[in-house]
């Protein structure tokens, strides 16, 4: 069985990727550092697969204990990064934290690859480097543009750590999937976004209005150049998007890359508004949500979609969920956790 070190492993888009990677024959371990997670995560995906991932407490940017890690699960044949901080708003107030955890995180496996003879690396990268988009949809060889907050800065530099570091290492690949807008759940409703406090993004908030812990959504915006004014953005189901993992970690390992850094964009291909989404997810779930329309929210992209063809056609791999079901799926999570008493 081939072993794979998943990074983040409990967070949300981790812990859905590792139930894809088991699905899928990897042996996966887990390390996450619960600053953003649940241990009961683990009981989770082990409830969904009917196998227990193997699970280290540590944090990535404790090489000591990283290095422990590698010691202890010999083999280890691929890597994916999914650990970092990743709210916008905290990373502007507390850059070094952002750049510890982010860049130090990067550093140390990138300097353990080699040393343990791993060959591959997949990077949580994000459509945040596109910054507002000149051409739409936005395909990988757009410009990148000039980070707007400290996490997506981190972003861009651990992209050109990548790059630098494979270009000089024989034996080590690497796969950038730029995500766009990750939303939704797993459909067992076992699996979902814990957001730490008040919910940052879009969906988590819908759906804590809509079961009635917040009071009402702030749409930020609806003056901007879009047919309904409110901010357009390409929302990819989880489940999705953990498979593209699985088919990046398969390419890396079956040795089939064109080049030694690849980087793929992983949306849908459809731009959808925030009120768009706000109705979609009313007719969906049936249930109504209060919301208002409120002042821009600095820092906000307009629109931005992705042009996903390199991913559908090199790696095979197409977003399938039709979003009024992710939308149902986010929902269906929500009042598991309700039930559970947890949010
Ligand atoms: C942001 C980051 C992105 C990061 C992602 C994950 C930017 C430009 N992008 O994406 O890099 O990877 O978060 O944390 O900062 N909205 C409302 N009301 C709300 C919440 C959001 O109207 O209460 C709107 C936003 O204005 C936006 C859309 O919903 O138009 C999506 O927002 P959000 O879910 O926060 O994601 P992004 O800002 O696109």
Excluded at 48 to 63: K, L
Excluded at 149 to 165: A, L
Aim: negative net charge; contains cysteine; charged residues 25%.
């Amino acid at each position: 069985m081939k072993r794979i070190l998943v990074t983040g492993g409990l967070g949300y888009i981790g812990s859905h990727s590792v139930v894809e990677l088991q699905q899928s024959g990897y042996d996966v371990v887990i390390v996450d550092n619960l600053s953003n997670s649940r241990r009961d995560v683990i009981d989770n995906i082990e409830a969904v697969t009917s196998v227990r991932p193997a699970f280290e407490e540590v944090d990535c940017t404790d090489m000591a204990a990283m290095q422990a890690v590698f010691d202890k699960y010999e083999g280890i044949q691929a890597i994916i990064h999914f650990a970092a901080s990743k709210a916008v708003g905290e990373s502007v107030q507390k850059p070094l934290l952002y750049y510890r955890n982010n860049i130090v995180s990067m550093l140390n496996l990138l300097e353990l690859m080699p040393r343990y003879g791993v060959k591959g690396l997949v990077f949580s990268s994000s459509c945040t480097v596109y910054g507002e988009p000149d051409v739409l949809p936005v395909t990988e060889d757009a410009p990148i543009k000039p980070a707007t907050s400290p996490y997506g800065n981190t972003k861009q530099i651990n992209e050109e750590i990548i790059r630098d570091f494979v270009k000089v290492t024989e034996g080590v690949s690497a796969i950038m999937l730029r995500y766009f807008n990750p939303i939704g759940a797993h459909p067992s409703a076992l699996l979902g976004e814990l957001p730490n406090g008040v919910p940052q993004n879009l969906v988590p908030y819908i759906t804590q209005t809509a079961i009635g812990i917040r009071k009402e959504l702030s749409v930020f915006g609806d003056d901007y150049d879009t047919p309904d004014g409110s901010c357009i953005r390409d929302y990819i189901n989880v489940v999705d998007l953990a498979k593209a993992h699985v088919v990046a970690i398969d390419r890396i390992l079956a040795g089939k890359q064109d080049e030694r850094v690849e980087v793929f964009n992983i949306g849908t291909g459809r731009g959808l508004s925030v009120l768009e989404l706000v109705d979609l997810f009313q007719k969906a779930t049936g249930v109504k949500l209060n919301y208002k329309i409120v002042g821009r929210r600095e820092g906000d992209i307009e629109k931005v979609w992705a042009d996903p063809r390199k991913a559908n056609e090199v790696l095979g791999w197409k977003a399938t969920t039709p979003v009024d079901e992710t939308l149902l799926s986010a929902w269906r999570w929500q009042e598991k956790l309700r039930e559970k008493g947890i949010q």
